[in-house]
């Protein structure tokens, strides 16, 4: 069945960078993009941007230019995402999700399981 | 960036009554070229993360029950629960993906009265 499994929350201090991983399982990972999107607590989803697994095609949201970098290893079939120069507001639960576009942005059917990134000094 | 305003906020529905949540782009998510909507829906329970329910507007995803239904076009969309069921209670989202980058919907939050 089609998993996408996150790495653990993490604690980090404002300035600090996070990476967080999403590995896929149970398709073949580069007929499929990988979205991020978070959720701050209390608050709906919010697009970041996504990526291409078969030809590197990516585009991230203009709030997130310059501080966002999504990259994916084939030969693990994980994406990653990582964020630098974090603030109290970037608090909230990140997502991996399946899109179904090479060339745009898409409809997510399969999600991770979220992985919570609390930014406090 | 285009805009989700979702309505209502909330609703309380009686068990097997309709429930209707509506969604307003700012801006149309028709793409003329296939007169397909980009638009789709979402259900999240708490501590979870949100499961698709409907993509293009109308087209209801593998294993979602028949209650659920959407409609819509261009700038004004619809989701509706036929019947509503105790495990329906939820958040329910809508998600533009004619630009990118997509955006959501603040949600709906469903409950039974």
């Known amino acids: 069945q089609v998993q996408l499994v996150q790495s653990g929350a993490e604690v980090k201090k404002p300035g600090a960078s996070v990476k967080v991983s999403c590995k896929a399982s149970?398709?073949?990972?580069?007929?499929?993009?990988i979205a991020w999107v978070r959720q701050a607590p209390g608050q709906g989803p919010e697009g970041m941007g996504w990526i291409s697994t078969y030809n590197g095609n990516k585009k991230y949201g203009q709030k997130f230019q310059g501080r966002v970098t999504m990259t994916t290893d084939t030969s693990t079939s994980t994406a990653y995402m990582e964020l630098r120069r974090l603030r109290t507001d970037d608090t909230a639960v990140y997502y991996c999700?399946?899109?179904?576009?090479?060339?745009?942005?898409?409809?997510?059917?399969?999600w991770g399981q979220g992985t919570l990134i609390t930014v406090s000094s | 960036d285009i805009v989700m305003t979702q309505s209502p906020d909330s609703l309380a529905v009686s068990l097997g009554e309709r429930a209707t949540i509506n969604c307003k782009p700012s801006?149309?998510?028709?793409?003329?070229?296939?007169?397909?909507?980009?638009l789709a829906w979402y259900q999240q329970k708490p501590g979870q993360p949100p499961k698709l329910l409907i993509y293009w507007a109308s087209t209801r995803e593998s294993g979602v029950p028949d209650r659920f239904s959407g409609s819509g076009s261009g700038t004004d969309f619809s989701l509706t629960i036929s019947s509503l069921q105790a495990e329906d209670v939820a958040i329910y989202y809508c998600?533009?993906?004619?630009?990118?980058?997509?955006?959501f919907g603040q949600g709906t939050k469903v409950e039974i009265k």
């Open positions: 998600h533009q993906y004619y630009s990118s980058p997509s955006t």
């Open positions: 801006q149309s998510v028709l793409f003329r070229s296939n007169n397909k909507n980009y």
């Open positions: 149970g398709y073949t990972f580069n007929t499929y993009s």
């Open positions: 999700a399946r899109g179904q576009s090479d060339y745009d942005d898409s409809f997510y059917d399969y």
